[in-house]
């Protein structure tokens, strides 16, 4: 392991699991990231694996059967984990999110039901707040919840871009329900729904008509979710009162800023590694490509960019395990963290030159990967203007 990308101040018990992960990468992920990904084939073996080593309960506390690991600690196990194959790293991370939720806004049935078996991996988690229409515009939402006789409520609902959509049992849906309140964010709840793996009508009211075909990020499963006439109760309102639906969401969206900014620190640690390793192999000029000044000063660049990303992962991780607000470190980890990556893995691409666009190198892989990463839990804008109103609040004229 190199010298960038390091974690000052990890306890022993961190050090050992970390470095498990990194084994588990380098042995049962990076050797077959490529042949599973040109295929878009779900890593079943990997999945088990992580299931073994506890990774689906990282964060759960241990009264319900989880590890009880801080959100730092994940952050670095995702990191390493993106480092073998991005699309892996996000077949945890919403599970993540909506375990997270459940634990933070939960009633303590919803946690003493879904919990233990998120734990396991035996229930696995989606969460689902966009639409074909609205983007980044979370209020433009369409889905409705109508409440029936006594607790029952009626959903109708198409949802998009759900990772996890085919392989979950489990999807924090977001969807708007008439409370009353004066604001379009109070009128938002989000519901537990529960359906079956796979295509199709998963569960009466339920399909997820079938995988989306993308540019990247394959292997992963990314759907449509539709509810028609979908029946439920008040029992599967996460927290059991409805309007605080979007609050939930922000709050789970929050820690996985963190974690996209740790799966771009990934990707581009991984870009990094084959840009160094391929420029001290390859000749031109009568000499390697890495005693070239122009090569040098990429690689120079390159880890830089890698290192203060992760550095600013780091210390928005650690202000959230400390109860403190890190919306404005989240956005600007995420932010920062998806733009170096994406120019990162560019500069690898380009150190390999020609080589870098054959299928039989990583790094293609790696350059359809990254973009997904300056969209995925909100765009740059979406970042920025976060970022821009928290500090008008800082620093507001006196």
């Known amino acids: 392991m190199g010298r960038i990308q390091t ?65 730092l600690t994940y952050a670095l196990t995702v990191e390493e984990i993106a480092r073998g194959w991005m ?17 933070q806004h939960g009633t303590e049935e919803q946690k003493q039901k879904y919990l233990p078996k998120m734990a396991t991996g035996e229930i696995r988690g989606a969460f689902s707040m966009s639409e074909p229409g609205c983007g980044s515009d979370v209020s433009a939402i369409k889905s409705k919840a109508v409440p029936g006789e006594g607790d029952a409520w009626t959903i109708n609902a198409q949802k998009m871009w759900l990772t996890n959509g085919g392989s979950s049992t489990l999807v924090a849906v977001l969807v708007k329900t008439d409370t009353g309140a004066d604001s379009v964010y109070k009128n938002m709840t989000t519901f537990l729904v ?26 992963v499963d990314t759907t ?60 031109t000029f009568g000499k390697k490509i890495i005693d070239h000044q122009a090569i040098l000063f990429r690689l120079a660049d390159m880890a830089t960019k890698c290192e203060a990303a992760h550095q600013m992962m780091v210390k928005a991780a650690r202000l959230k395990d400390k109860g ?49 990463l300056l969209i995925g839990e909100g765009t740059a804008e979406i970042q920025k ?3 821009g109103r928290r500090l008008l609040k800082d620093y507001a004229r006196r």
């Open 87 to 103: 699309s892996v790293s996000g077949i945890i991370n919403t599970h993540f999110i909506v375990a997270y939720m459940l634990l």
């Open 385 to 387: 203007m976060i970022i």
């Open 7 to 71: 974690t000052d101040g990890l306890t022993e018990e961190q050090g050992e699991l970390l470095a498990l992960v990194r084994e588990f990468v380098d042995e049962q992920i990076i050797p077959v990231a490529t042949e599973l990904e040109h295929q878009d084939e779900y890593p079943t073996q990997i999945v088990e694996g992580m299931k073994e080593m506890g990774i689906f309960g990282l964060m759960i506390p241990e009264e319900y059967g989880g590890l009880g690991e801080s959100l």
């Open 224 to 283: 449509e979710l539709v509810l028609d006439g979908y029946q439920t109760t008040t029992a599967q309102i996460l927290g059991g009162e409805p309007g605080q639906g979007f609050y939930q969401m922000m709050d789970g969206v929050e820690v996985g800023r963190v974690n996209v900014a740790a799966r771009a620190c990934g990707v581009a640690q991984r870009a990094f590694e084959l840009g160094i390793d391929y420029a001290q192999q390859r000749e």
């Open 324 to 372: 403190e607000r890190n919306d404005l470190e989240a956005g600007m980890a995420k932010y920062l963290a998806a733009e170096y990556c994406a120019d990162v893995v560019e500069q690898s691409f380009r150190i390999h030159g020609g080589y870098g666009y054959s299928k039989e190198y990583e790094i293609e892989r790696l350059y359809r990967e990254a973009p997904m």
């Open 194 to 219: 529960e359906k079956e793996p796979g295509f199709g009508e998963v569960a009466p009211g339920v399909t997820v008509p079938g995988k989306i075909d993308k540019m990247g990020y394959k292997g």
